[in-house]
Structure formats: structure tokens, C-alpha cells
């Protein structure tokens, strides 16, 4: 499958719950990390709840 790059732009202090445990299931958790994942359903949908604190390269 295809890989895609994902980094932390924003921090997660003053966020929901919600997408805090989204970030955290996605493997962020500090400004500037970046990480490298497949493709799928699943983690296109948990970008799309927290669009506004993550790039996608």
C-alpha cells in the first residue's frame, strides 16, 4: 500500500479529549514529530478529525 507522511504542526493543549486520543493513537505528541504510515481507511479517517493539527505530505 501506499505510505503517507504525517506532522504535527499544533499542539494539543486546550483540545478535546477526543482529538488528543486520536493524535496519541496515531503515534504524535510533540510539535514537529513526524511519521510514516500506510495508507488506510482507518488512519485517513483519524487525519480527517484532527485536520487542523496535522500536515499530510
Known amino acids: 500500500m501506499a505510505q503517507i507522511t504525517i506532522k504535527q504542526i ?3 493543549i486546550d ?3 477526543r482529538q488528543k486520543k486520536t ?4 503515534g ?3 510539535i514537529n ?3 510514516t ?3 488506510t ?3 485517513l ?3 480527517q478529525k484532527v485536520h487542523n493539527l496535522v500536515e499530510v505530505k
Open 23 to 26: 493524535m496519541k493513537a496515531l
Open 15 to 17: 483540545r478535546p479529549e
Open 10 to 12: 499544533k499542539s494539543v
Open 33 to 35: 514529530k513526524t511519521i
Open 28 to 30: 504524535l505528541g510533540k
Open 37 to 39: 504510515v500506510e495508507d
Open 45 to 47: 479517517g483519524m487525519i
Open 41 to 43: 481507511p482507518q488512519i
